[in-house]
């Protein structure tokens, strides 16, 4: 399948990242770990893409599914931007992304909504921390991955259907915000615990996230506090005050 | 949800459709049946969006994810054409698809796929019978109307993937031809059962499809004897000779 399997001459400082890449000119121009970076945000964005499909089926209206439909779209087009990027470094995408398939199927399958509401605090929560998460990440990076990552984030207010059904929701039945509250809470618990795990298993990576400091741990930590933070603000818009 | 219940003053011709609308002066510019066809079209697409979805998630590599992925956000698109016109005529897009929901979530639950195989010869012989019904509906519709129905069914050649992947599965093992023929077979009694009870309960999609013929029913067969011709012929270029 790929051209750059673990058996061609792949430099041993390449090859420590999860991802292999021909040692080519525009490679590297790239610091370590941004193929790994690119990759797990190439697969976050097409499983998205899945469920939130796979969430819109469900929804009762046509309206709310046509609407789900669109967001789902939109990530995708987002994943295509990121494939992009990964094949201008003359990397094999799937080989960029399967280091982190386990990772990222794992939070999935440890937060399959039971409802539709559910579905729609998923999607609003997951949207929430990876913008975050790209605006973060963008300091550290080299200008031309920074502006896809920016522009793969831009906000294209549609996590605002979202946020705008579950307000309904909470408003025509206020026990609800218990429940969702709980839920949401589960939620950026295993989102941030697997990506502790995701780090921690991918040097280059981590390293890419601390921004070089050698208190790498530390600096994720940081990070991920600042995370924690903002979800708790969107938390509170949304009805959903801890 | 809508402006358009069966309360408000429709006249007897209009009320006579399944979906309603109001007595305005572009609605009254189109032939009876016209915002039945576009219903039947928009639900038929969206709902192909969500199950071409599903199946990319369950293909195993990841550029068969993507790849199937591409033709979903396809779908999606031409549905988003469509429900565009039909906003064009002042109807409610929810209201011109809904009377065609049970018809055609009967369909896909009578044929859902097995395997990503199944799946794929699904994709590609819905795809072959929309596109040659678009281009036989074509002939009898308004020139603004036609213009876009042929627009939506323009071959994209993303069909032409799970073409290859089928012809592929089928030379490194001769044996599925037959299961899978027999699946194809299936799929298209399915599709066109449904079809014609569709046809038969809605009076004024059944005389736009007969081209204003008294002898609707005599027609519509002749066209379905048309689609059964061409999907016989795309199962020969399959490999699933009948």
């Given at each position: 399948m790929t051209q750059n399997g673990p058996d061609d001459a792949v430099p041993p400082a390449a090859a420590a990242g999860a991802a292999t890449a021909p040692a080519g000119a525009e490679t590297?121009?790239?610091?370590?770990?941004?193929?790994?970076?690119?990759?797990?945000?190439?697969?976050?964005?097409?499983?998205?893409?899945?469920?939130?499909?796979?969430?819109?089926?469900?929804?009762?209206?046509?309206?709310?599914?046509?609407?789900?439909?669109?967001?789902?779209?939109?990530?995708?087009?987002?994943?295509?931007?990121?494939?992009?990027?990964?094949?201008?470094?003359?990397?094999?995408?799937?080989?960029?992304?399967?280091?982190f398939v386990?990772?990222?199927?794992?939070?999935?399958?440890?937060?399959?909504?039971?409802?539709?509401?559910?579905?729609?605090?998923?999607?609003?929560?997951?949207?929430?921390?990876?913008?975050?998460?790209?605006?973060?990440?963008?300091?550290?990076?080299?200008?031309?991955?920074?502006?896809?990552?920016?522009?793969?984030?831009r906000d294209t207010g549609q996590a605002e259907f979202a946020a705008a059904r579950v307000r309904q929701a909470i408003e025509a039945d206020p026990r609800l915000a218990g429940r969702l509250g709980l839920w949401a809470r589960r939620l950026v618990g295993e989102a941030l615990g697997q990506a502790q795990r995701i780090a921690a298993e991918h040097?280059?990576?981590?390293?890419l996230l601390a921004g070089g400091e050698v208190t790498q741990l530390g600096e994720i930590g940081r990070m991920f506090a600042q995370l924690t933070d903002a979800h708790a603000r969107r938390m509170v818009t949304l009805g959903l005050a801890e």
């Open positions: 590297a121009d790239v610091p370590p770990g941004v193929v790994d970076l690119l990759g797990v945000l190439a697969y976050a964005l097409l499983v998205a893409f899945f469920r939130l499909a796979e969430d819109a089926a469900l929804a009762e209206s046509l309206a709310d599914k046509a609407a789900l439909g669109e967001m789902a779209v939109a990530e995708f087009g987002q994943f295509q931007m990121v494939r992009g990027r990964i094949q201008e470094l003359n990397v094999d995408p799937d080989e960029a992304m399967r280091p386990d990772g990222i199927d794992e939070f999935h399958a440890r937060t399959a909504p039971s409802d539709w509401l559910e579905g729609l605090v998923k999607a609003y929560v997951g949207d929430g921390i990876a913008a975050d998460f790209c605006r973060m990440i963008a300091e550290v990076l080299d200008p031309s991955t920074r502006e896809l990552v920016l522009a793969v984030r040097e280059a990576l981590a390293g």
